[in-house]
């Protein structure tokens, strides 16, 4: 921009988009909101609220348009986004790379069981008559006995190794942060105080144990307050949802598949 601008972003008066620093590509069902949420509470991080699906979906609308969804920065505060289908998407890891070999990734990673029963509950509350997820998940549509259908989404995106490979190809390992879903739930400060240490990012800690509560209601963690909101509140319905009761032998065949992380 003209010296004068420049001057003024320089001071911290002039608010502007940038493309994102850090993404947040996945897992879907990994906890992947209450991360975005979460992170958001630091003074130093801007993030876009909803999913962008800047490189899976709308790649060809170009960097103009992706930094346009950006909210505006000042000089110093991180831009992020979280899409979580960019783990699992082919053409993502080479994409961001051409962005920016330099971007921070962030990863939610769940008991890949769990996820994919998350997962299923998910589609299911919105196509109400579905197969059951034991007829979903094995060949022969038998649960326990029956071979796992691997070309199945809540099955497919939990086989995380062949995901990763894709990103280790454009990435060092070191640039990628694996955030536990499993501890975001049950000590969300802790979990968030590894995010915050991570060198890459190189934020203060600044997001500690006051700024959560344990609402029983909800059975999950809730925020004191945050950016929007001064009161406290935890995250939407569509988050937290009851699980089906699934058939335990399908739950171990599953599991011998789908090795815990
Ligand atoms: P369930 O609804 O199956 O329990 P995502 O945001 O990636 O879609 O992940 C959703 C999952 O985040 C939820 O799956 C829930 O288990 C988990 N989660 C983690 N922390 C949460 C919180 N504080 N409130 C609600 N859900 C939380």
């Not at 348009?65 to 992020?80: C, D, V």
């Not at 997962?119 to 196509?127: A, E, F, G, P």
């Not at 099955?155 to 995380?160: A, P």
């Not at 937290?240 to 011998?256: F, K, Q, S, Y």
Request: charged fraction near 25%; proline fraction near 7%.
């Amino acid at each position: 921009g003209s010296p004068k601008y420049r001057f003024l972003r320089h001071q911290g008066l002039r608010p502007t988009r940038k493309l994102p620093d850090a993404l947040i590509i996945g897992v879907k069902k990994g906890g992947t909101r209450a991360l975005l949420e979460f992170i958001r509470l630091h003074p130093d991080v801007r993030a876009a609220g909803s999913e962008i699906h800047f490189f899976d979906r709308f790649h060809d609308k170009g960097f103009q348009w992706y930094r346009h969804h950006m909210p505006p920065t000042l000089e110093g505060q991180l831009t992020m986004e979280k899409t979580p289908s960019y783990f699992v998407t082919r053409e993502v890891p080479q994409r961001v790379h051409e962005m920016n070999p330099a971007t921070k990734l962030l990863v939610v990673v769940r008991d890949p069981v769990t996820r994919a029963i998350s997962d299923y509950t998910q589609v299911s509350s919105k196509k109400p008559g579905m197969l059951r997820f034991e007829e979903l998940a094995f060949l022969n549509g038998t649960g326990g006995s029956g071979l796992v259908d691997t070309s199945w989404g809540p099955v497919k995106i939990g086989v995380y190794a062949r995901h990763l490979e894709r990103w280790l190809h454009c990435f060092p390992l070191e640039q990628m942060l694996f955030v536990s879903g499993e501890r975001l739930i049950v000590d969300p400060a802790a979990e968030m105080a590894r995010v915050q240490v991570w060198d890459f990012l190189g934020l203060k800690q600044v997001i500690t144990e006051k700024h959560f509560y344990f609402n029983s209601t909800k059975g999950f963690p809730c925020l004191m307050k945050s950016e929007g909101r001064s009161t406290p509140h935890c995250l939407g319905k569509t988050k937290g949802r009851n699980h089906p009761n699934i058939d335990t032998a399908a739950v171990e065949r599953l599991r011998e598949f789908l090795p815990p992380i």
